[in-house]
């Protein structure tokens, strides 16, 4: 059975990777990478927001045998933490209905929809959100895309003496 676990998440395979977000003002990076034994996609990220303090986090996606959906947990910079249920509603396009506690102990809640663009770009929009009971403002397509490889730097080759310059004088 365990090794079966990693086709439920196959078809997230494309999360793999780094991404960036870099429009206006704000800067939102991740990076996706398998579990050692991947049993979870494990998500790291950033953001920084102009004025804001910096905030960042971790979310394990794995495969939920109670509600035999994949599930998200996450973990805040600043304490709250929360959960996701995934739905795929279409070959492109997850929907996410979120729910969480900020460290003051306000309880969150939002429904996330991630929409694959193409291979190397991703939507993502967070809508219906409540923080405390109070309606919070949506969040509307915000695009990621992929970052390429960081180049790999080239170093010169030694070249060996010819055999002129090999032979004693």
Known sequence: LHDALPIWLKELE????????????????????????????????????KNEKASSGTM????DPQTAQ??????DSEGGHGEGLWT???ENTWVVKAQGVLRDGRHTSATQIHTLLNKDAAK????????????????????????????VPTTPVPTSPGPASATPR
Request: charged share 25%.
């Open 14 to 49: 494309w999360m793999v990777g780094d991404w960036v977000d870099e429009s206006g003002d704000n800067k939102v990076s991740s990076s996706v990478r398998w579990s050692e034994n991947k049993s979870y996609l494990v998500r790291t990220y950033r953001v920084d927001i």
């Open 60 to 63: 394990f996606i794995g495969w």
């Open 70 to 75: 994949i599930k998200s947990w996450l973990f």
């Open 88 to 90: 795929r509603t279409d």
């Open 124 to 151: 993502t929009s967070s809508i219906d959100r409540i923080i405390g009971g109070q309606l919070a403002p949506d969040i509307l397509d915000v695009v990621m895309v992929r970052k390429p490889p960081s180049p």
